[in-house]
């Protein structure tokens, strides 16, 4: 478990919970940052922080949607707090799932099956954020180390907390428990991105060896998974894109802020999700973009080689047509006939040999053309 406290321009990370619990000792708001085990191991303490900050704590169903590692993206709400979960887009670098998280096989491209796709749950309380992530942690430690970078150098080694430097940070520090999750959904969107050119670079491949009609595509399990791995991936986008507009939709429900910076604050969240949905939204795009593309290379397979069927067939035709005439004449000459010209003369043959060839000669010529033996290139 990683904790972090977060008021103002300044962050804390804090090596235990029990001391937050304590009335006025957190000054800002928390975001409690935890792996599914850690939250099964440590879920009594959770709760206590959680009501003794809020007021409230976690209800028993939503806690097991924070546990199900194959739930889809979903958001969902109470009167005290939002539920919100997201199912990422990430290649698995990290070490093997558990048996009990074990994600979506993956075939066909290598880039493919390295997509994890395990979700990532939020709780947004008014003084807490709690983020349930899979066992690596990737996104947690991804986003506190992009916080913690972002410390002024003065401050590092002294007793007060250190301050961020503003500068370091996209924008600023999250003013709330509901932009840190905003942050943090977008560094989810935007890993998609380092797959991007993997996966791309896989689908060109096998769309240049569709369309060569000198090569002899064998690989045909792996484009088909390949395809319905890109078809669960817009899938999985488009629930993504169901939960960010219903977040925002119940968010822009909420009563009128009384304070203007209280306004300034709402306003600033509504377009970070905007922007956030607007980053779905192009992954949605590339996605679709690349299951176009790899149904477009099987169409283009299926008709170059039809093309080069038809050229072969061309071929054939033209060859017959040139030798029909000839076998007419060799069949006219074959007659059991006792009187036929040219049989009984001494020079017959070559006079028919040379005008077969004439015949043929024109025949090609005459092909030529029209351009039934030109050559495709």
Avoid at 166 to 176: D, E, G, L, M
Avoid at 247 to 254: V, Y
Wanted: charged content about 20%.
């Amino acid at each position: 478990m990683r904790i972090f406290e977060v008021s103002g321009s300044r962050v804390v990370e804090h090596p235990e919970l029990a001391p937050l619990t304590v009335p006025g000792s957190c000054a800002g708001y928390l975001w409690l940052s935890l792996t599914r085990d850690e939250l099964r191991a440590s879920l009594a303490a959770v709760q206590g922080t959680l009501q003794s900050l809020c007021g409230t704590h976690l209800v028993d169903l939503h806690v097991a949607d924070l546990l199900n590692d194959q739930l889809p993206s979903r958001y969902d709400y109470t009167s005290k707090y939002d539920v919100l979960v997201f199912r990422r887009l990430a290649a698995a670098n990290g070490p093997a799932p558990a048996a009990t998280e074990t994600p979506s096989p993956r075939s066909g491209p290598p880039a493919l099956r390295r997509v994890d796709t395990r979700p990532v749950g939020f709780a947004v309380f008014d003084r807490v954020l709690v983020s349930v992530h899979p066992e690596d942690g990737s996104v947690r430690d991804a986003f506190a180390t992009r916080l913690l970078n972002a410390v002024v150098p003065e401050a590092r080694g002294t007793a007060t907390p250190p301050t961020l430097d503003v500068r370091a940070v996209s924008a600023r520090v999250p003013t709330s428990p509901a932009d840190l999750m905003l942050r943090v959904i977008n560094l989810i969107v935007d890993a998609y991105l380092d797959l991007r050119r993997d996966l791309t670079r896989q689908l060109d491949h096998w769309q240049a060896e569709l369309v060569d009609p000198r090569s002899r595509f064998t690989n045909w399990s792996a484009l088909m998974e390949a395809r319905q791995s890109l078809h669960h991936l817009d899938e999985i986008c488009e629930d993504q894109r169901a939960a960010i507009q219903d977040w925002i939709d119940a968010f822009e429900t909420l009563p009128s802020p009384a304070g203007p910076a209280e306004s300034r604050e709402r306003e600033l969240i509504l377009v970070r999700s905007r922007d956030v949905l607007e980053h779905i939204q192009r992954v949605v795009h590339h996605v679709r973009r690349l299951e176009q593309n790899a149904e477009t290379a099987v169409q283009l397979h299926f008709s170059v080689q039809s093309h080069r069927a038809n050229d072969i067939m061309r071929v054939l035709t033209v060859l017959t047509a040139v030798f029909l005439p000839l076998n007419l004449i060799a069949g006219i000459f074959g007659m059991n006939f006792e009187f036929i010209p040219l049989v009984h003369a001494a020079d017959g043959f070559w006079i028919a040999m040379a005008s077969m060839a004439g015949i043929a000669l024109l025949l090609v010529l005459v092909f030529w053309r029209k351009r039934y033996l030109a050559r495709n290139k």
